[in-house]
């Protein structure tokens, strides 16, 4: 299929109407013209890529800061790698396709040039960087995240996955969920990036099947690993890495001692013993969070990490309980309070386990806040988890956690 062709396609979709306001604006635009831009416009925006506007390298390609002569918007130019995607069709429709994406929680993808053999994507620029950046190897002057703005950002990024594979039609496999894959804008507001890009990857290249095919080591669900077969929950599993990850500040791969280590091979031990939650905190977070906070968010990324696809938990059963966690925010002047009132820990991993399940209607919840619970506990931790239970035993009743 020709270039033009496309853009007949595209403007079929009427993409441009559909982007809303924030895209750059060009006075001579029809308004079924899709969202490109021009190489030339590209060069200017970053300088003719020069170093100095140079953000970050990836597995597509190089990644610069740049602003739009037209309109003076900053923007992030993800300047492909030529292997693998010259003449491919399919992926500027789906480009095309990704622009029309819009959520909070999303990173817009403004539009892209396809001049040549040149291939960009113009996307919106993040400020604060990527989560990976905010919790590994971080220099002494800049601050650890908090556990607050750690469930904010689980949360954030849980809904944006939610959003592809719930809402968008057809529905969106990310495929490579990472930490490296979740912007910050102002106020640490998460978005995912690159969604639905993966596949478009060169998959000749030994060197590449790891990252673009096979997802990024560490992260890659085991059926996927195995086989191949992919699926949403193969992204459910990688979200559990991430959630690993925001509560320990480990990385999901870790090769400073030599030898890769995962970080789920690492807890494993910890996850199948809830009176040693504790011991996978960062050290960063210095104690400064709620217990029976910190447990549930354990147990939720267990339930994430589940061995078999299944048994994992959709998306939005993952928001339900994460937005639960946000609400039970950490106060270090009232810090044990909900702890004491002992009113939060029904959580169903390990031993701990009520007979009963959910607290919901034995208890008549009055506030806002107990009604979050009641929604987060039947979700996640009442009907989701003993159902879960049931399955795993079923399956595999010498590994009930199937961890
Ligand atoms: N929209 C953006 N705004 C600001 N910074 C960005 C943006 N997109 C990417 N970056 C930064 O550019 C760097 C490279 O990003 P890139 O997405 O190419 O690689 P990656 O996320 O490490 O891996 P992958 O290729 O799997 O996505 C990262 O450090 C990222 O933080
Ligand atoms: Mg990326």
Redesign the pocket.
Known sequence: MEIVELIALASKFNVESRLGSSPPKDESDNPNKPPTFTYRELATATRNFREESF?????????Y?GKLESTGQVV?V?KLNHSGLQGDPEFLVEVLMLTLMRHPNL?TLFGYCAEGNQRLLV?????L??L??HLHDIPPDKEPLDWNTRMMIAAGAAKGLEFLHHQAQPPVIYR?L?S??I?LGEGFHPKL??FGL?KFGPSGDKSHVS?RVMG?QGYCAPEYASSGKLTIKSDIYSFGVVLLELITGRRALDDSHGRDRQIVEWARPILKDRTRFVQLADPLLRGQFSESVFKKAVDVAILCLQEKANNRPSMQDVVAALNYLVSRKYDPNKANKADIKGTDDHSPSGSTISNTGSPIGTTMLNTGLDRDQAVAEARMWGETWREKQRQSSHDSPESPDGL
């Open positions: 953000i970050g390298e990836g597995g597509f390609g190089l990644v800061k992030a993800k990173v996307y919106e620029y993040m400020p960087g990527s990976e950046d490579d990472k490296a894959n912007l990036s690159d993966a990252t990024t």
